[in-house]
């Protein structure tokens, strides 16, 4: 499966959210770190659902960028 992941570029770090599973995120100090770890996070967050006996949700976000041309 594959899941939407959102990273986002904080002050001093790089943060890491699954919006298809609430809950599963990852910190890091670098952008190739989080995504290390956001990948062992949707693993992790999927055995556990799988282990309580809780439907695992499809994967249904998608995600694009725009650009947006602004005047000067």
Same mark, same amino acid.
């Given at each position: 499966? *594959?899941?939407? %992941?959102?990273?986002?570029? !904080?002050?001093?770090?790089? !943060?890491?959210? %699954? &919006?298809?599973?609430? !809950? ?19 693993? $992790?967050?999927?055995? %556990?659902?799988?282990?309580? $006996?809780? &439907?695992?949700?499809? &994967? ?8 947006? *041309?602004?005047?000067?």
């Amino acid at each position: 499966m *594959k899941y939407a %992941v959102l990273i986002e570029r !904080g002050p001093t770090s790089f !943060g890491a959210t %699954v &919006p298809d599973l609430p !809950g599963c995120i990852a910190v890091a100090e670098s952008r190739e770190e989080v995504e290390r770890l956001i990948e062992e996070a949707i693993a $992790g967050h999927i055995a %556990v659902l799988k282990e309580l $006996g809780h &439907p695992v949700p499809e &994967p249904l976000t998608q995600a694009t960028t725009i650009d947006v *041309k602004t005047s000067a």
